[in-house]
């Protein structure tokens, strides 16, 4: 049987009863859109984080783009990201008309060079989105302390990050507002696509509400542009429902595999993921790094292994964003990085026989490299 990165059928397998129940309970609701199970994931997932506010929204990369246009993000504003991301952190940028100016990302865990955001902030800079990649958090004191300096918003992107904390402060709650993503592979993934913004401010969250639903605050009645039909689905809410309870067991599935990982693969030469200082891992994904990348996927598929590169094109050199006037080698650990790193099959419910697996095949491949 081929091993992938991520599947999900161990786990449904396993929850099947409850995610049924979850999807029949919203059935019998009698309310499809914007119901009692929206409002109720929305309440229990701020009070997860300790934070006030929490809008469910269709996915992640609307969560940044709603959460940027309720900060008062503009078109023609700049907004500083990493290009060491998923692409629709910046698509995300791009839709709301602004433009993304990237820093580069730091050799020892691949987060935001947050002592380069200075040299780039201009007058037209409004905003900064630190991306928690991976499963761990952007050192976020330098970023917020700057924010403040300069009068930016700080838009956390937490799609990679649910539960992850630093210094003991959860993803989600060091910024202005926070965007999370639950399309299936995430660490709270939903059974289809669905998002939340957080935010502890009330007009942020009123903004974020109205720009869910058609710029309306009470049917049919445009108070403000721009409007989005961004709503959470009802069914997905009931299920994330279910799920966040879970998420502490999740975070601990995916924390044992990466320790048998770190063990299985000691000596290799695999450059292993690191723990940057003060923070807590949830191990999204499983980055590994090595010069000969390629070759050794290739051979992996010998195993039946098939592996992920996340990401394999640095969003600031992709044709659609050439237009943004990035160099080769205008952000160069970013670049050695989508050249060298490779992921390996990480989710909570992953065999510990495909575990083993995956060790012996990496351990063998490498060694015949
Ligand atoms: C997944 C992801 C997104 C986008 O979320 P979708 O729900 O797929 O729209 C944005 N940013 C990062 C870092 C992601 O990993």
């Not at 300096?149 to 799609?159: I, N, P, S, Y």
């Not at 993503?181 to 696509?193: E, N, Q, W």
């Not at 049919?220 to 009931?238: C, M």
């Not at 237009?323 to 992921?343: D, M, Q």
Request: proline letters at 4%.
């Amino acid at each position: 049987m081929t091993t992938y990165v991520w599947d999900y059928l161990e786990e449904y397998a396993e929850e099947r009863e409850e995610i049924l129940d979850a999807v029949d309970a919203v059935f019998q609701s009698g309310r499809l859109v914007l119901g009692a199970s929206v409002a109720g994931f929305e309440q229990e997932f701020a009070a997860h984080h300790g934070t006030e506010h929490c809008v469910g929204v269709d996915n992640g990369t609307n969560a940044i783009v709603l959460g940027l246009q309720a900060l008062g993000v503009a078109p023609g504003d700049e907004v500083v990201t990493v290009a060491n991301t998923a692409a629709p952190t910046v698509l995300a940028i791009d839709a709301v008309g602004a433009t993304p100016v990237f820093v580069d990302v730091r050799e020892e865990d691949y987060l935001m060079r947050t002592d380069q955001l200075a040299g780039v902030i201009t007058e037209r800079t409004s905003a900064i989105v630190p991306v928690h990649l991976y499963g761990q958090c952007v050192d976020m004191d330098p970023v917020t302390e700057l924010a403040a300096l300069h009068g930016l918003k700080v838009l956390e992107d937490c799609a990679q990050a649910h539960g992850a904390r630093h210094h003991g402060r959860l993803a989600g709650t060091m910024g202005d507002a926070a965007a999370f993503s639950f399309y299936p592979t995430k660490v709270l993934g939903a059974y289809g696509d669905g998002g939340a913004v957080l935010t502890r401010d009330a007009d942020v969250a009123a903004a974020l509400r109205r720009l869910r639903y058609y710029g309306m605050e009470e049917r049919y009645y445009v108070v403000r542009t721009p409007g989005h039909n961004s709503r959470l689905d009802e069914v997905q809410a009931e299920v994330l429902r279910r799920k966040l309870r879970r998420l502490g067991a999740y975070i601990e599935g995916r924390r044992a595999v990466a320790r048998r990982y770190a063990e299985g693969l000691a000596g290799t030469g695999l450059v292993l993921p690191s723990n940057a200082v003060g923070n807590d891992h949830v191990h999204y994904v499983h980055v590994v790094r090595h010069p000969e990348r390629d070759r050794i996927i290739e051979r992996l598929k010998d195993y039946d292994i098939e592996l992920n590169i996340s990401y394999p094109w640095p969003v600031h050199r992709m044709t659609g964003f050439a237009h943004l006037g990035y160099a080769e080698g205008s952000l160069p650990v970013t670049e050695r990085l989508a050249k060298e790193i490779f992921s390996l099959p990480m989710y909570p419910s992953l065999p510990p026989h495909t575990q083993e697996k995956v060790i012996e095949a990496v351990r063998e491949v490498v060694a015949g490299l």
